[in-house]
């Protein structure tokens, strides 16, 4: 199991849990100091779950979500998941690594919507 999941380690698992729902499910997300931080101002891009008090005190702002996309995941949307998705069907009409790519039971969601691209 992957370090970065496992349950004693999140500090906001259920928040979270929509970023990287299983280990299968992949997202970058960019890490800010905090405005309370010792250190001057730092951004980072990481593709796991951050420790957000790595430099003091930090941001995560996360460019997917993973939504639950019915079956076993409507009931089971308020737990943690740890099987992989192997038992879910794959997008096949969607490019990996873009909106609407469903993969192991999630639909991915852009964080960057087209009012804030437009803007």
């Known amino acids: 199991m992957a370090q970065h999941l496992r349950r004693h380690h999140l ?3 259920a928040v979270l849990r929509r970023y990287f729902p299983t280990p299968g499910h992949d997202n970058i997300s960019f890490y800010l100091t905090g405005i309370g931080s010792h250190y001057d101002f ?3 891009i990481v593709d796991t779950v951050p420790n957000l008090h ?3 005190t930090g ?3 996360p460019r997917w979500t993973w939504e639950p996309v019915g079956g076993r995941h409507e009931a089971d949307s ?3 998941d740890l099987s992989g998705g192997e038992d879910a069907e794959e997008s ?3 490019a990996v690594g873009q909106e609407g790519e469903v993969l192991g ?3 991915r969601v852009d964080n960057i919507t087209d009012v804030t691209l437009r803007s």
């Open 42 to 44: 730092g951004a980072l």
């Open 54 to 56: 790595v430099l003091d």
């Open 105 to 107: 039971g999630y639909r």
């Open 59 to 61: 941001q995560f702002f």
């Open 11 to 13: 500090t906001s698992p």
């Open 78 to 80: 308020g737990m943690l």
């Open 92 to 94: 096949t009409t969607t």
